[in-house]
């Protein structure tokens, strides 16, 4: 048989075995998902009803500027730029993995001019030239599938990258809205404590008036006074909190905070009815699930990448080229040379170290696995979580109704003895101290229910889904472009 039908033979069988690979096969890792959230008894159905949410889930609380910010936050947020050069980086290491499939071909031409040593059995001969252009090739075959479980593991990763980025959009964003509804509750609560101040000044002109007339005592107006200063601070108080979440809303749509303001708004009175779907379908709607998933397969591709160098390793080179000691016969026939070598190689003492690095990959996958459980079981607990806080919420809001609607009665007839001089200014004060508590309590009230559904939304994976996700033959076409 001739050398070059053995070189075929050769690659066809390195084709062949290639087609295998050790190391385990992947299967996801089984979780348990409840058949219904236990938090859901009483839960409102969304109208019009969905099966879950889709694309800008803000929109559903209907504010025009909310449904700007949210905009800008995928545009120029850094945190957001950050976490897609990693996914660059990533999609980048899948076409430095998939290199090793393919040979390595150098191209090399020197020129040397040298002369023996006096005495020498070529010094004689002078001075010598020595001309030479090569073309040399190597290859090693992925005969074991190392190289395929590196780039398995390496597309796995890339996709986990991508689920990152989702992951800390969708984070960002939820902190937006929050901030957001925090502020225009801090819009509500400095409406409330103008108005409140407006009426403490009347409060201590009525007193000063009866004082004056002689009805009262100087008390009276000290207390009034000391309650209308009072309540100035709390509203110049409020204003220190409102401009630290401007701030921070600036810097989450990535502006400078001298660059940005809002003008004051009302508060949303209550939060939209939001479609929570099955518990099954949350391991599918979790961008933190999905990267926590693909996390597990990358490292169970590198079980295999570890398992690969117990076995031995084929070299294949090639060599051709033109070599002369005069540079007109260079590329002329006599002066062609080449050359073909193939070699084994088999590791047979290494102290261990092959063993170890397999048992640590094995370590390290079923480190993987446990935190894709826990990420799974957290993302079932935030979901219980909001959708308890909403339940109550809810129904204190109510019990606070009422209890504002009596503070605010109360302080109507507390006012209107005082002034017929049946009670002292003290329970004026208390009545009005309990009516300004009240106010503010429903409006933070009305702040937490609306921050509790947009925790719920981001805990339900805010409309994202695992089919978002790149397919492994995108980032592998990816990487391939990137490497040309």
């Known amino acids: 048989m001739s050398a070059s039908k053995i070189g075929i033979a050769a690659v066809c069988t390195c084709v062949i075995i290639a087609g295998c690979a050790v190391g385990p096969d992947y299967l996801r890792p089984k979780t348990s998902a409840p058949a219904a959230y236990k938090e859901m008894t009483g839960w409102k159905t969304a109208e019009p009803r969905d099966d879950e949410l889709r694309g800008a889930w803000w929109e559903i609380y209907a504010d025009p500027v909310l449904n700007g910010l949210e905009a800008e936050v995928s545009v120029s947020n850094q945190t957001l730029a950050q976490a897609e050069a990693q996914f660059r980086q990533a999609r980048a290491l899948v076409a430095q993995a998939r290199a090793g499939y393919f040979p390595v071909i150098d191209l090399s031409a020197s020129t040397s001019r040298s002369r023996a040593a006096s005495g020498s059995a070529t010094a004689s001969r002078g001075a010598v030239s020595s001309h ?8 090693e075959p992925d005969l074991w599938g190392r190289v395929r479980r590196t780039v398995e593991a390496n597309v796995a990763s890339a996709q986990a990258s991508a689920a990152d980025i989702e992951s800390t959009r969708l984070s960002l964003q939820a902190e937006l809205a929050q901030n ?11 409406q409330i404590l103008e108005e409140t101040v407006q009426a403490f000044e009347g409060s201590l002109k009525l007193t000063q008036n009866r004082y004056n007339a002689g009805v009262v005592a100087r008390i009276d107006v000290v207390q009034a006074e000391s309650q209308l200063r009072t309540t100035q601070a709390q509203l110049l108080d409020v204003g220190v909190a409102r401009a630290q979440f401007e701030h921070a809303i600036a810097v989450l ?16 009175p209550a939060p939209p009815a939001v479609p929570v779907g099955l518990p099954s379908e949350l391991l599918e709607r979790r961008p933190d699930i999905a990267s926590a998933e693909r996390r597990v397969a990358a490292a169970n591709a590198q079980i295999g990448v570890a398992q690969a160098a117990y076995f031995p390793a084929l070299s294949l080179s090639a060599s051709a080229g033109f070599q002369s000691a005069a540079l007109g016969q260079l590329l002329s026939a006599p002066a062609r040379f080449w050359s073909l070598g193939a070699s084994l190689a088999q590791t047979i003492f290494d102290a261990g170290l092959r063993r170890a690095r397999t048992a640590q990959a094995v370590a390290v996958y079923d480190a993987t696995v446990a935190s894709y459980r826990q990420t799974v079981l957290s993302g079932f607990q935030e979901v219980e979580d909001n959708l308890a806080a909403l339940r109550i919420l809810e129904q204190e809001t109510l019990v606070q109704a009422e209890a504002l609607a009596g503070a605010r009665l109360a302080l109507e007839l507390t006012l209107n003895q005082y002034k017929s001089g049946i009670v002292s200014y003290l329970n004026v004060l208390t009545a009005q101290t309990t009516a300004l508590a009240a106010e503010r309590t429903a409006v933070d009230l009305r702040n937490r229910r609306l921050a509790a559904s947009v925790l719920l939304i981001r805990a339900l994976g805010g409309g994202w889904s695992a089919s978002l996700l790149p397919p492994a033959l995108q980032i592998n076409n990816a990487g391939a472009a990137a490497k040309r």
Do not use: M, V
């Open 132 to 139: 030479s252009i090569a073309l040399d090739a190597s290859w």
């Open 180 to 190: 957001y509804f925090a502020l225009r509750a801090l819009d509500a609560q400095q």
């Open 253 to 268: 749509i990535g502006k400078p905070p001298a660059e940005f303001s809002l003008a004051r708004a009302p508060l949303p």
